[in-house]
Structure formats: C-alpha cells, structure tokens
C-alpha cells in the first residue's frame, strides 16, 4: 500500500481553489475527491541548463514560456478636407455638432477621439483605442462628420454571396476596413448593382476589394496584369474615360486600384476573347508610353501640393485631360516636396506650366509684427481684423502666439491686398504705441506708479508719472532710458541675392535663429519669396545693426564662393562606377574636395552629374570624375561650332536626326548649349573614331540646312491672312506647290500678328515672297463694286444678325458687303475692298443666291403631338436632318386648342390617306432646301414618328416582365429606346403595347419576345421543382435527421438540390410525423431514400444504461470531453452522462447498434475498474491535504517537520544543511 502525506490546507490554498474545476467536472463531493499524487500536485521545475543548451524534455507545468503581450490600444489618425465636412461653422469649433457626434460616437465605442483644425480648415482626427473600437468609430466619424457620396458596382447576381461572406463576417470586414455603406440587394431582387455610400476615397477602394471578390470568383476568365503603378493613369484615361471606352469595345470588365492603394496589379474578366482583347489593348497602350514618355522631377513647397491635387484629384485630371501627361504626387504623410511629371517630351513643358500655376494659385505669405502688436491688430473684439476678413473673404490669416510673424493663405491678388492692409495697420501701432502696453503695464506694478500716456488727438509729448516719491523717480528714469534706446535705434537694408535667401535662413530656420540668438536686439525681416525683392531690412540699435550687417555679409560672402555650380556630362553606364560600393566613390570624392555632386536619377535620361561649391573644389572634382570615365573607356571630346540658329533644325522632330547620328556612331553623345543661351558650340564625345564620324556627319547635315533654311518675312495685315490661305487652304497650297518653301502664318497667340514668315531654299522663298507680295499689293488696292441680288434674298443674308456677311468678310479679306435698307425696294448690293476680295465674295454671293433660288419647300403632315418626340432632347434630332441632308425645317405654332387625338391613329406604321383625312395647320412641318435633299429630309422626318404594334404575351407573365417595382419593364425601355405599356391587371389581356421609333421597333420586339421564352423556360423548371413526397417518420428520429447544428439535414439538401420541411412543434394542426420533400422528382426520390436509409439504420439500435462510479465520470469525459467524443467515434454509439443534481448519479445511457454498445459498455466498466483500483488508498484527512508517493515516504526517509526552520526556511535566511532532506539536494 502506498503511503500518505498529511499538510495543513492553508499552505495549499491556491492548489485546492485549482482542483475545484476538476472535482465539480466529475461531479464528486468534496470529501470524496481523490487524493493526488505527489508529481500531479508539485511539478518539477525545469532544470537550469548550460547556455546554449536545449533539452529535449517537454516544458514543466511551471516552466511553460511566457509569451510577450501585444499593446492592445492602437492609435489612427485621419483628415477630413474643407469641402467634405459635414459641419463647416469654425466659429463654434469643439462646442457645435462635430463635438456632440464625437462624444456620442466615443461613448458607443469606447474609442478616445481628439479633433484638431488644420489650416486650410479641414479636421485633422485621432482615434484612440482597442482595434475593434478605432474600426467601428472611424466608420461612424465619415458616416457622420464627412459628406458622404454613393456609387454603383455591378457584379454578377451569383457573387453577392462571397462579397457578404460566412454570417456576413465579410461584409463586415470590408465595411470596416474602407468606412462605407454597403448595400447589397436581396436574392429575390433581380438586380445585380451593389450600393456603396461613403467618401470618395472609401468608395474608390470598396469598389476595388468588390471588384476583385467578382474577379476571383469569375471562372469564365481572369487576366491579372502587373504594370508599374505609374503607368496606370495612362490605361485609365482622365476621369477614368480610356478604361470605361476599353469595357465597353471590348466587353472585359477592368479592374485598375485606386491611386491611394498601393498595388501593381490590373484585374481583366470576362469571356476569354475579350478578356484578351483587353490585354492586347491595355499591352500596347503601357509599351506605347513606356518606350514614348519620360519624366522631369521639380520642387514645389509641400503646402502647395494640396491645391496641384484639387478638389478630389480633379485638378490632376484635368492637366492628364488637356496635356496628356500625369502627375505623380508623393503621399501627404510624406515630407518630400519632389513631382514627377510622366508623359512625351514635347507635352511635358505645357503640363508643368499647368503645373506651376496651380500651385501659385493660392499663396502663402508671412508677415512679420512683434507678437505683443497682435491684439492690437486684431482690434477690439477683431473689429480690425474682421474688415478685412469680410472684403477678403477667401484669404485665411492666421496669428501664432508668441511667435513674431502672421500667416496669410488665400488667391494671390487678394493676399497681396491683406498684406499690404496689414502692413499699414502694423505701421500706425508701431507710431502709435511706441511704448508698449505690456511695458507700461510692468512699470506700474513693479513701481507702484500711475502713468498716463497722452491720446494722438492731445498731440502732446507729456507723460505723466503719479505716486509714491521714489518709485516715481525710478519709473521716470526708466522710461527716459527706453525712450533713448529707441532714439538709438537704426534700420538698415542689406542687398542678398533671393536664391540666397533659403541658404541664409536654412532648414526650418535653424540657421537664422542662430543669428537672432546673436544679435538678440536686431530684428531681421526677409521679403516674401513671390515679391522677387533682393532687400534684407535689418532693425535694432545702431551699433549692434551694424555688427549685424557685417556679420550677414561674411556669410553671403561664403555662400556665393560655395554656390558655384559645375555640370559634368558623363556616359549613364559609368554613373554606378562612379557611385562606388554603397557609395564610397562619390562619398569619398565629396569629402576630400567639400563639394556637393548631385546625380541623375536611375529612370532619368540625363547623364549630366552637377557639383557644387567652391569654384576650385569643384574644377578639382570635375577632373576626378573624369579621370574615372576615362580609365574605364577610350573617351574623346570635340567641339563643333555650328550656328545657334540651326540647333533646332539639326535636333529634329523630339531628337529624331540627331538621334539618328548617335545611334550610327555607337557610343557617342552630342551635346547641344540650352536654348537661349546664344552659345554656337556643339559638345561631341565618345570613343576617338566614332567622334571623328560623328563630327564629320554633323557638319554636312549643318551644311544642308544652312542652304535650306533661308528666311524671309513679308507684313500683311490680319485680316487678309485669310483670303490669302484661301477657301480650304488652296491659295497656300497652289504658292507652295509652286515654288517649294514653306510658308508660316502667325497663330492667335503670336504678339505679330502681321508678320507671316518663309523657309526654304533661298531661290524659292524669294519667288514665294514676290507671288505673296504681289496678292497683298492687290489686296490693298481698294476697289467699290456692286451687284444685283432679288429682294426676296435679302434676308437670308442678313438674318441672324448678319452671319452670313460676317462669314464673307472673315473668308474673303475683310471685305464689306452692304445691302439696301428693308423697304427700301432696292436689289442693288455693294462690295467694297481689296479687288481679288470683292471679286470672290462676289462669285460666292452669286453662288448663295442660286442655291436659293434652286430651292423648295416640301410639306410634311405629323400629327402635333408627335413634334417633340421628332425635335428629340434639345432639337438634337432636327439639327442632326438639317445638317446632313442641307435644308432648313420649320415647325408650326402649337394649337392647344384641338383634341389631343386630332388625327387617325396609326397602326404599325400605316399613315391615313391624305384623300380621307385633311391635316390641320399645327400638323404641317416645312422642308425648304434643294429639290433633290428635301425628300431625303422628308423620309428621315417620317422615320422618326413613333409607331405602336401590339405583342401577344400570356397575361400570368406580365408581372414577372414588368419585375419588381418596375425594374424589368424600365431596364427593356431603356435598352431599346422605347415605351412599353403593360394593360391593367382587372383586364386580364394577353396583349402588350411597344411604342418607338420604327429603326427600334424590330430589336424591342424580338428582346420581348426573347424575355418571354425564358420566363416560360422559368415557369416549366418551376413545374418540375415542385414535385412533392410526404414521408412519414417518428417524431423521435427528427432531432438526428436534422442533425448537430443542422449538419444532417444541410448535407442532403446540398447532395440533393432538394428543400425539406418539418413539422412545426408548436403548430397543433400538422401531422407531427410529416417530412414534406420539394424538388426535382428525381432527387427527391433519392432524398426520401437517403433519410429512410437513415432511419432504418437508426430503429437497429438499442439503448442500455451502465452504472459507473460517479468519481469517474470526469476521468472518462476526459479536458472538455476530448476523451469521450474519441471513445464515441471508436465504437459508433452515443454516450450520455447524467445531469448534475440528477437522481440517479451514476447512470450512464449508451446508444447504437446492439454489438457495438457491448463493446462500449465493456470498455466503460473496465475503465471504471482501473480508475477506482488505482486510487483503493484514497484517504481525506479530515482538517489536511493529502498526496501520494511523497518523497519522505520511501525507505529510510521520515516526513518533514512543519514546524522547521530548516526543513521549511524563510526567504532570505541561510541554513547550513545537517544532513539530506526529504525534498531532494538543496538548489541555491
């Protein structure tokens, strides 16, 4: 038998409190419980091993490792601009609706929201808290704080599923993660469009998250295309346009991410044709760009970015729109100021202006006050301030306290005014109060004194000082001195250089807080940067201004010596040997010469390296760099001198012909002097005989064009310019035929709008200037001549407030035509300018004149209310006639006074006979044109009255095409363009009226038609599917058809295709033993037989009960029933325990088939028997805890003594050992 150990319970307090579990899961009184082994009730700790080392042994119970805990607070933060906040009152900024929403939302969520407003007035928002909480509130602050927007995507009905997920954990998610509103519509709704609502940002990225759930689930065909993210605003088009234009030709449904998502890939679905159709197109368009665009890099202040972005990214769109190029902006929470521009070299100089002129459209300007000015220029209750503010009301003026300057945001023109404004109002206070307030005020209360300071009005210069003797005496000498200072005090302006003006101050002002520490007493004002002013305007007492001057020169003086700047072309394949291993070139040739060398970047195509410094460091730097180059190549250099004139001509179109010249001499780069710099050298270099080749093709290509390039110039005044290109260009064209040379009219931009240029061989522009000069010499011989044109004429020319006289004096030099006076009865017109001109116009008159009396007038009877109809949105139809066929069309006056069916109707088309129905006046529409394009007119004005033709469809089917709340009926309207109107439903008819143009009527019948043949395919599947059987089945078996959770039944509905319903336990009336099965007949026979399989197989078995020991249970079922559910699925039976406080404790039922539950019920009790034999010497001790196989209890050990300071030592407290303890080796 084994031995026991007895110890007091409080020393094992928190062991009892964790056996409790165990000894309630076992449902076995406390004094019962078995007693614990020793092992069981003091695990081991783990042994110390060397460093290093790795024990094979499992973790002790005590020795488990502890992992680290992850904060479980995280904080976001997020911006709300000024055009989509929901409230916009600042004047109530922390108290107003945004304050309210904010506490409600943290008190639902539990997040902590701190708002801030930012200077261009948008809210800058923190969300603190647990992940969950930060979600949710984030989503409630745009739901509630920011204007919300909302959009439509269309995916296909049968991927809502996966968009909402398992128990719309999904749909949740994506909720959370973009902070929209998704709405998606019910399975009975026909409708496959996804409602999104939120901002545009969220909008943009839900859409794209949906778009990839469709494209992922889209088994037809899923292309993914990898493209640098720079290139996709390329394939998107402005304002998406391109891509919308490839989805529609093609039929693929595109997916490109938003910009704010940082993602490479481009999803293509659809039909597989289309879907390669599409990456054909979207290919050539990224290769097209990729081998045609480049890219420039500018600076621009980070605080202009905002306004270069736009309102929601329009302004980018746009320049993409008008300039073709993009504009690549780095992240707002970025701090570099660098944009890139991509696009073709010839379009990227207008962009850039673009550009340039978005970013100064609002200016930032700081003006410098002393800080104890500020309240005085905002004026009593900001009456000084507010004059402005409302005159200006765009311009944002910003005071920092304690800080000497004031910030003014707005429209350039309207800051310039503010500033100067306030540059007035600082100038009066500084007169004004030339001794400060705050001064006074020290005085009077370290002196104990009163001092009254004069008003302006007294113009006196007495101050008075009242109190006590002494105190009076100390604050008059004060002020004496103060006022001796300021009579000291000097202003003085130094000249710098603008450029240099950022070097003086430096990063974030470091550098020129350096010197104001220095000079505490001088104030030193830098003009604005957009005043382009090189005056630095020092203030302070005279000596020290002065001390100040010299010192700021000593620094400009070192600035200028380290601006000089040095460009070094060097070959691009040479810049990484250059740079070195992880830079130690470039690093090393920068600090031994002190200079600063600036590469291009990898993308770029320049091979200029820019040092700059000191003039000698840099020559210094320069030959090193080159001598690099020149070790590891042949390289020679060549000057040609080539007329500056002709650069442009020998670059070609975008570099084509000097590009031609370095791609046949391999290796060589030509170099040509920046436009305007008046320089004629041409910089040739490369390896020594391909230069010599390069030089020599140069030259005679300099040669051709120095012959073909001649230039002349000729005067002739704006408004022959015209005549002289002649009707279509043939003027020009028949003078360049002739003689060769180019010749070259100012656009409406030039500031000469005389001057028109010739190029060309010399020979020829001579010859094209003398045939010029000879037109323009006629055009100015001014001639008067007149013609005769019928009266009945007249008006046409004149109508419209002579735009038919405007146009022949535009097209023919300027010539002026005058006709008689109305009622004047005469047919004589008169023409008066240059000869050639009066002789055109005149023939073209003449011509006008015979196309009018060539013409007829053609009636067209249409029944009034057919007019609008015909004259389509805005006249669009009618205009579209007049245009292609050339006639003039007139409506009647509108007679409301008739019946609205004032004419027989017409069926399918037919028009009554003219011989049985006259047609009133408000019917008849007039052609008037040639004989020949009237009727053409006519039948397209025929064509576009709408005809009615009845469809025969069965009267079950109307409401299904008519779809919920109209859907159906309104989407087949709008798809073939015409109205479809369905009887009501009392009439029961099987007839369906389609109203359209005659072009639609064939489409919209056959898609009617087509629409029914499917809804009665719909009705027969329905036929089938409802097939019926009716099984019968003891109510007892319905909790294990239906299964765990469901389980049971799920599988068979799925395996099936079929729907199976039980009987409704609180519903008297059905038969309790019912199982209705709808389906296919097929499948439901096969359902029906699967669940009597079932039921056969379950009425085989028996149920027996077993007595076990109830202080086994809890051994048997084992940590959360891990035990039995294994021992269950061993022997196929069912186990079921008895329920705590049951009367019979000890009865356990076993269920299954009768051989198994044998086996089981054997199992169970021979478990029973080793569980209670192994624990025969369970003793509770009646006030103790007890274990087993104590290491006291083997041989030739005794128990410890409690009561021993050596055997049970205080912490902290040594004991030498006697001899070997019970517990094992001491461990120290």
């Given at each position: ?821 109305t009622g004047a009865n005469s047919q004589r017109v008169t023409l008066k300018g240059a000869k050639d001109c009066a002789e055109a116009a005149k023939k073209r008159i003449q011509e ?381």
């Open positions: 038998m084994s031995s026991v150990a007895v110890l007091t319970p409080e020393s094992f307090a928190e062991h009892r409190s964790g056996l409790k579990d165990q000894e309630m899961t076992g449902c076995v009184p406390e004094d019962e419980a078995y007693i614990p082994t020793y092992l069981e009730a003091f695990p081991p700790l783990p042994e110390k091993g060397a460093p290093g080392e790795k024990t094979g042994e499992p973790a002790s119970a005590w020795g488990g490792k502890i992992r680290p805990i992850k904060a479980s607070v995280i904080t976001q933060v997020f911006h709300v601009p000024l055009e989509e906040r929901r409230y916009k009152d600042n004047s109530q900024f922390g108290e107003g609706e945004e304050a309210k929403v904010c506490l409600d939302i943290m008190q639902r969520t539990g997040a902590h929201i701190e708002l801030s407003l930012a200077k261009d007035q948008g809210l800058s928002i923190m969300v603190t808290g647990k992940l969950e909480s930060v979600m949710k509130a984030r989503k409630e602050i745009v739901a509630r704080l920011q204007t919300q927007a909302s959009a439509t995507v269309a995916i296909p009905k049968e991927h809502h599923r996966f968009v909402i997920g398992k128990n719309g954990e999904k749909l949740q998610e994506l909720e959370l993660k973009t902070a929209t509103k998704i709405a998606i519509p019910r399975p009975d709704d026909p409708s496959a469009n996804i409602r999104i609502t939120g901002t545009k940002e969220g909008i943009e990225k839900a859409r794209h998250e949906i778009l990839l759930i469709s494209a992922e689930q889209d088994k037809r065909a899923v292309e993914r295309l990898c493209l640098e993210k720079a290139f996709h605003p390329f394939i998107a088009g402005a304002h998406n346009r391109l891509v919308q234009e490839l989805s529609q030709e093609t039929g693929a449904r595109i997916s490109i991410p938003p910009p704010s998502l940082p993602r490479d890939e481009i999803v293509i679905t659809g039909e597989k044709e289309a879907v390669a159709l599409a990456l054909s197109r979207i290919r050539a368009i990224y290769d097209d760009k990729k081998r045609k665009t480049t890219t420039i890099s500018v600076e621009v202040k980070k605080s202009q970015h905002k306004y270069i972005i736009g309102p929601k990214g329009n302004t980018l769109q746009e320049i993409l729109e008008t300039t073709g190029v993009s504009v690549e902006m780095p992240p707002l929470d970025s701090g570099s100021e660098t944009i890139i521009l991509r696009g073709e070299p010839d379009k990227l100089g207008p962009a850039l202006t673009q550009v340039y002129a978005k970013a100064k459209s609002v200016m930032v300007v700081e003006v410098t006050a002393p800080a104890w000015l500020h309240r005085f220029i905002i004026g009593k209750k900001g009456q000084n301030i507010g004059r402005i503010t409302q005159q200006l009301p765009r311009v944002h003026i910003e005071f920092t306290d304690g800080e000497e300057r004031i910030s003014l945001e707005g429209p350039t023109a309207e800051v310039e005014q503010a500033q100067a404004q306030i540059q007035e109002i600082i100038k009066d206070l500084v007169s004004t109060h030339t001794l400060s307030q705050s001064v006074i005020n020290r005085i009077k209360e370290q002196y104990k004194v009163s001092v009254r300071i004069p008003q302006d009005s007294e113009r006196s210069g007495l101050v008075r000082i009242e109190g006590d003797p002494k105190g009076v005496q100390l604050a008059r000498r004060e002020l004496i001195e103060m006022v001796q200072r300021m009579e000291n005090e000097r202003t003085k302006d130094l000249i710098v250089e603008q450029k240099l003006h950022r070097s003086i101050i430096g990063q974030k002002g470091e550098k020129i807080k350096e010197v104001r520490d220095k000079f505490p007493e001088v104030i030193i004002n830098f003009p604005d940067p957009s005043q382009k002013s090189d005056i630095v305007q020092l203030r302070g007492p005279k000596n020290e201004v002065e001390k100040c001057g010299k010192f700021l020169q000593k620094i400009i003086a070192d600035l200028i010596e380290n601006s000089f700047s040095l460009s070094v072309p060097i070959f691009k394949q040479f810049h990484k040997n250059i740079i070195g291993k992880g830079g130690a070139n470039i690093k090393k040739i920068r600090e031994e010469t002190n200079t600063k060398i600036d590469l291009p970047t990898e993308n770029s195509n320049s091979e200029m390296i820019v040092i700059t410094g000191k003039k000698s460091n840099c020559e210094a730097a320069r030959d090193r760099i080159l001598s690099i180059q020149r070790e590891l190549a042949n390289i020679k250099e060549a000057e040609v001198a080539i007329p500056a004139r002709l650069h442009n001509s020998l670059i070609g179109s975008k570099g084509c012909l000097v590009r031609s010249i370095m791609e046949d001499c391999s290796g060589v780069h030509i170099h040509f002097p920046s436009e305007g710099s008046g320089s004629d050298k041409v910089t040739i270099r490369g390896p020594v005989g391909e230069v010599e080749k390069a030089k020599k093709q140069l030259l005679q290509l300099a040669e051709e064009k120095q012959v073909n390039n001649f230039t002349a110039e000729l005067q002739a005044k704006p408004e022959y310019h015209k005549f002289l290109i002649g009707r279509g260009g043939a003027n020009i064209r028949r003078v360049r035929d002739k003689t060769g040379a180019r010749i070259i009219f100012p656009s409406p931009d030039d500031t000469e709008q005389e001057l028109i240029t010739i190029v060309g061989k010399e020979e020829a522009v001579r010859q094209a200037q003398k045939e010029l000069e000879c037109l323009v010499k006629n055009l100015d011989d001014v001639v008067e001549d007149s013609m005769v044109v019928d009266v009945r004429h007249h008006r046409h020319f004149v109508c419209r407030r002579g735009q038919v006289l405007r146009e022949l004096a535009e097209e023919y030099g300027g010539v002026a035509v005058s006709f008689p006076r006008i004149v015979e196309d009018l009396e060539s013409q007829v007038s053609v009636e067209v009877a249409i029944p009034q209310r057919y007019h609008r109809a015909i004259m389509g949105p805005k006249g669009c139809r009618i205009q579209l006639i007049t245009r292609e066929h050339e006639v003039q069309i007139k409506f009647p006056e509108r007679d409301d006074s008739l019946p609205v069916f004032n004419a027989p109707p017409q069926e399918n088309g037919d028009v009554s006979p003219e011989a049985e129905f006259v047609a009133p006046k408000c019917d008849i529409i007039t052609i008037a044109g040639r004989a020949e394009k009237c009727e053409p007119a006519k039948a397209a004005l025929l064509a576009l009255v709408p005809i009615t033709e009845d469809v025969e469809v069965s009267y079950e089917l109307h409401r299904y095409i008519i779809g919920q709340k109209g859907s159906g009926i309104r989407k087949m309207m709008e798809e073939y363009e015409v109205n479809i109107w369905v009887p009501q439903p009392e009439k029961q008819l099987d007839v369906i009226k389609v109203t359209g143009l005659v072009a639609n009527m064939v489409r919209a019948k056959q898609g009617l038609l087509d629409r029914v043949k499917e809804l009665q395919a719909e009705q027969a599947d329905r036929a089938l599917r409802s097939f019926k059987v009716i099984l019968s089945v003891d109510p007892k078996f319905h909790p294990k058809i239906i299964g765990r959770k469901g389980a049971v039944i799920s599988q068979i509905r799925k395996d099936h295709d079929v729907s199976i319903q039980f009987p409704d336990k609180g519903d008297e009336q059905q038969v309790c033993d019912a199982i209705v099965i709808l389906g296919y007949e097929r499948n439901v026979e096969e359902a029906s037989q699967a669940i009597q399989q079932l039921v056969a197989e379950w009425q085989e078995m028996v149920s027996r009960d077993v007595h076990l020991d109830p202080r086994t249970h809890a051994r048997i079922i084992g940590a959360r029933g891990k035990a039995i559910r294994k021992l269950m699925e061993e022997f196929k039976v069912d186990i079921r325990f008895p329920q705590p406080g049951s009367d019979e404790p000890d009865k356990v039922a076993v269920t299954g088939l009768p051989e198994a539950v044998d086996n089981a019920i054997d199992h169970l009790l021979n478990l029973e028997e080793e569980y209670v034999s192994s624990h025969k010497t369970l003793v509770i001790a009646q006030h103790g805890f007890v274990v087993l196989d104590a290491p006291w209890n083997a041989a030739g050990n005794k128990a410890p003594d409690m009561s021993s300071a050596e055997d049970f030592p205080t912490f902290g407290m040594g004991v030498a050992p006697k001899q070997a303890s019970a517990w094992g080796p001491k461990k120290f």
